[in-house]
C-alpha cells in the first residue's frame, strides 16, 4: 500500500482521493481547513503555499495530485505560490506531481483544441495556469521533479454543485421541470468533463511514466451543446421538454456588479459563445481509461441531484 497526498477536496480532489482508497492505497488530504477523517483518508489542515509545512506533509509520498482551486477570482494572486510551493515539495519528495489543468490556458482558439497547441492565453487565468504547468515541466525536463498535467474541461457529474453550466444553475430547476439559463450561446458545442473520469485519469497518469513531462487531455466524450445535455437530463429526469435560456449580456453586466464570479467569466466569456471542444485521442491512443458513455454520465448525475435535493431540499 502506497502513501497518496492530494492537495485539496473539491469536487475533483474529493473523487481522486476516494478512487485512491478504492484502489487500496493510503491518503493524505492537504487542504486549509481540514475535514474529519474518514475511512483511508487523513485530513492536514495547512496552506498549500506553505512549501515547507506542504513539504512535511507530502513526506514519504508516491504521488502529489495537485487539485487545489483558489477562490476563482484570486486565481492571479494566489495560484504562483501555491504552484511553486507543490513543486518545492515534489523536488524534495520525489514524489511524482500530478497536476489538474483545465483549458483555459489556450486562449480562443478555432477549431478543437489538442494539447499540441501553444498557450497563448492573453488574460490573467489563462496565463496564470500556463504557467504553472510550464514551471513544472520545466524542471521535469531539468530532472527535479516528475510531473504531468492532466486538463479537464468543464466538469459535469455526481458531486459537481457549482462551477459549470450544468451544476447548480441547471441541474435544479430542470429537476422541477422549470426553465433553465446559461451563459452564452445555448447550441455552441461544448465538452463536457465526467468527473470520474478526471479522477480516473489523473490516477492512472501517476503510475504511468511514459505519461510524464507532458499535458493530456481528460478522456471525454463528444461534443455536446447546453441545449442537447439538457435535453439529455430532462429525458431521464422525467420531466420533459425543458426551456433553455441565454441570459443576456446586458443581465450579465448588471449582475457583475454585485457578484466577483461574474465579473471573472468575462475573461473566459469566449468559451461559452463559441465552440469549445477538447480532442483526447492522444490520451486514449496511450493509456486505459476511457470517457464514461454520456447516457451513464446523465443517468448517475440525475440520481444524484435528485437524492441531494431530497434531503437538503
Not at 496564470?128 to 515541466?137: D, I, K
Request: aromatic content about 8%; overall charge neutral.
Amino acid at each position: 500500500m502506497s502513501l497518496y497526498v492530494v492537495i485539496g477536496f473539491g469536487p475533483a480532489g474529493a473523487a481522486t482521493a476516494r478512487l485512491l482508497v478504492e484502489n487500496g492505497h493510503s491518503v493524505r488530504v492537504v487542504t486549509k481547513s481540514g475535514r474529519s477523517a474518514e475511512p483511508g483518508i487523513e485530513h492536514v489542515a495547512l496552506d498549500g503555499a506553505d512549501s515547507r509545512r506542504l513539504t512535511e506533509a507530502v513526506r514519504g509520498a508516491a504521488a502529489i495530485f495537485n487539485c487545489a482551486a483558489p477562490p476563482y477570482h484570486r486565481w492571479a494572486s494566489e495560484w504562483p505560490p501555491l504552484a511553486a510551493s507543490v513543486c518545492a515539495a515534489a523536488e524534495a519528495s520525489g514524489a511524482v506531481l500530478v497536476m489538474l489543468g483545465n483549458l483555459y490556458g489556450y486562449g480562443p482558439v478555432d477549431g478543437p483544441m489538442t494539447e499540441g497547441l501553444p498557450l497563448a492565453a492573453t488574460g490573467p487565468k489563462g496565463r496564470v495556469r500556463a504557467a504553472g504547468w510550464e514551471e513544472a515541466r520545466k524542471l521535469h525536463e531539468e530532472g527535479r521533479i516528475k510531473a504531468v498535467e492532466v486538463r479537464a474541461s468543464d466538469f459535469f457529474g455526481p458531486g459537481v454543485t457549482d462551477g459549470g453550466h450544468l451544476a447548480a444553475r441547471v441541474l435544479p430547476p430542470l429537476l422541477r421541470g422549470k426553465a433553465v439559463s446559461t451563459l452564452g450561446d445555448p447550441d455552441a458545442p461544448h465538452s463536457w468533463s465526467y468527473l470520474p473520469d478526471v479522477a480516473r485519469a489523473l490516477v492512472e497518469v501517476a503510475g504511468e511514466e511514459r505519461a510524464w513531462g507532458r499535458a493530456w487531455h481528460v478522456p471525454t466524450e463528444p461534443a455536446l451543446s447546453v441545449r442537447q445535455m439538457v435535453g439529455l437530463l430532462a429525458a431521464e429526469a422525467g420531466t420533459g421538454p425543458v426551456a433553455v435560456r441565454g441570459l443576456p449580456p446586458a443581465v450579465l453586466g448588471v449582475a457583475s456588479v454585485f457578484s466577483p464570479l461574474l465579473r471573472e467569466l468575462k475573461e473566459i466569456r469566449y468559451q461559452f459563445d463559441r465552440p469549445f471542444v477538447a480532442d483526447s485521442s492522444a490520451y486514449e491512443a496511450e493509456f486505459a481509461v476511457r470517457a464514461t458513455p454520456v447516457d451513464e454520465q446523465v443517468k448517475a448525475t440525475v440520481d444524484w441531484w435528485r437524492e441531494r435535493l431530497t434531503t437538503t431540499g
